[in-house]
């Protein structure tokens, strides 16, 4: 399995390693997917004395969860006004809470562990260029309503491009995650924890989960952290929500002032400072769009690069894209996944912000476990998206998809894959039969199915990554076309 861009996190730090499952087990707590949300989760779980084992497809921490920008913040982008038109006062109020507690959480197990991960306080700023003053003004009014703490600053920030207004919220955090998680999983195996790698699960049953090895692992409770639900069959999660990607591009040699920024107007940029050996360094996230809606992702690389050239002289030294899930109304889906099987819980749709709500995540499913009582269960249960309304979309929108596949296997594909570059990819019509093909460096063709093992899209070739995205439900796979992001969980053919 090939990955082209690895992230800085990835890079600049290790997590221990453990085995693959080789036979059948048995656990009281079964938790699926090793990042952020799941090792957190593990962790409160097996510190309140529960029997708890985590799998994850591939390695620990190197898919969702590495390739963030890292912020744990409550500020996300314009959110709070939104939040408060549509679900109130109240819930507005509560969602904030549910970020500090999620900040503060990692904050005390920084201090608990004393895990050297980069973490620092510092304040999170919304910026505009005088564009869109009146989005900020309407957000830090919003603030005031809900009793947020908050700063508007007018005039220049000390950023090296104009600023008219910025809205502060102070008291957030960044941090190394990879670092970080490092030092969690040692503090889960302190606990108990049993962890297995490149252990997949395919398919959940009540009380039973089974590998694509065929090994199965009996569980009382099992917590689906995996992005995607793989528990997906009744409520449509994944015709209910969308599948973002964004890119990040890393420069060292910078200076940026102290603080993490976000900028509103267009084109909206993600901006941050990290640590290198050589100092100081500026992350600079943006150009979202949904996964496999586009073919030239290169070119999101290119833009990015540009903006750190020219704004911070910096110079870059990596790119990596993260893939987020977008849900209809802004918040995570956290909890029992449907009343008809109690024993299963998801927790997924961070809207591009997971690193604090995972901590928040991690506790909320916890008492949920041991029946306690939790002020964030009924705003993140996983249910509330299941209304008349959303499943008519639903349905409409499943229908759609399962005969894109077909439709888009009717177009009129070339058929001269010599036409192809050196790192290039495209769908061909080879011998009356679709193929995606790739030519690698050496001019070899690899040829495998463009029809997605999900629903049967055909998928794109991301110049970029150098993958095969879905357009339909956001699977990636690897140029010989292993699967690197679900929904799909079996390779292309």
Not at 139 to 167: A, C, N
Not at 409 to 425: F, I, P, R, V
Request: proline share 3%.
């Amino acid at each position: 399995m090939k990955k082209e861009n690895i992230s800085y996190w990835t890079k600049s730090a290790a997590i221990n390693e453990f085995p693959a499952m080789e036979q059948n087990i048995r656990t009281e707590i079964l938790i699926v997917g090793g990042g952020i949300a799941g090792i957190m989760t593990a962790y409160r779980l097996a510190e309140a004395g529960r029997d708890v084992t985590l799998v994850e497809g591939r390695k620990l921490v190197q898919e969702t969860t590495a390739n963030t920008t890292a912020k744990i913040t409550a500020q996300h982008h314009l959110l709070y006004q939104e939040l408060y038109k549509k679900q109130g006062q109240e819930k507005a109020r509560l969602f904030y809470d549910s970020q500090i507690d999620g900040i503060d959480a990692i904050d005390e197990l920084v201090t608990k562990y004393q895990i050297d991960c980069d973490f620092e306080r510092l304040s999170s700023t919304q910026l505009t260029d005088g564009r869109s003053e009146k989005a900020i003004r309407k957000e830090y009014d919003t603030y005031e309503k809900l009793g947020i703490r908050s700063e508007l600053h007018e005039g220049d920030m000390g950023l090296p491009f104009k600023t008219t207004l910025g809205l502060e919220m102070p008291d957030q955090a960044q941090f190394h995650p990879v670092k970080f998680l490092a030092g969690m999983v040692e503090a889960c195996k302190e606990v108990g924890v049993k962890f297995y790698e490149e252990t997949l699960v395919e398919e959940i049953g009540k009380v039973q989960a089974t590998t694509d090895k065929g090994h199965t692992i009996d569980f009382q409770k099992i917590i689906v952290a995996t992005h995607f639900p793989i528990a997906n069959a009744r409520n449509n999660i994944i015709s209910q929500v969308e599948i973002e990607r964004s890119y990040i591009v890393a420069a060292d040699g910078v200076n940026i002032p102290h603080g993490m920024f976000q900028t509103v107007d267009a084109p909206k940029r993600s901006l941050r400072h990290y640590h290198t050996e050589n100092g100081v360094g500026v992350l600079v996230g943006g150009e979202n769009h949904i996964t496999g809606a586009t073919c030239n992702m290169e070119s999101a690389y290119e833009k990015l690069s540009a903006s750190a050239s020219e704004f911070f002289k910096g110079n870059v030294t990596d790119r990596w894209s993260a893939q987020d899930m977008m849900t209809v109304d802004r918040m995570p889906l956290i909890g029992q996944y449907d009343k008809k099987d109690p024993n299963v819980y998801i927790v997924t749709g961070f809207n591009k912000f997971g690193m604090a709500t995972s901590a928040t995540a991690a506790q909320l499913l916890t008492d949920l476990i041991l029946r306690k009582e939790n002020r964030y269960e009924e705003l993140f249960r996983p249910e509330r998206i299941n209304t008349v309304g959303n499943q008519v979309k639903a349905v409409g929108k499943q229908i759609k998809d399962a005969v894109k596949g077909e439709a888009l296997a009717m177009t009129d594909y070339g058929t001269d894959t010599s036409k192809l570059k050196a790192e290039e990819g495209g769908i061909f019509n080879v011998d009356g039969k679709l193929q995606a093909v790739y030519k690698d460096t050496d001019g070899q063709e690899h040829h495998v199915s463009p029809f997605c093992t999900h629903m049967g899209c055909v998928v794109k070739f991301n110049d970029a990554e150098k993958t095969w995205d879905c357009p339909c439900h956001g699977s990636r796979f690897d140029r010989e076309g292993c699967v690197l992001e679900g929904p799909a969980t079996q390779n292309l053919k």
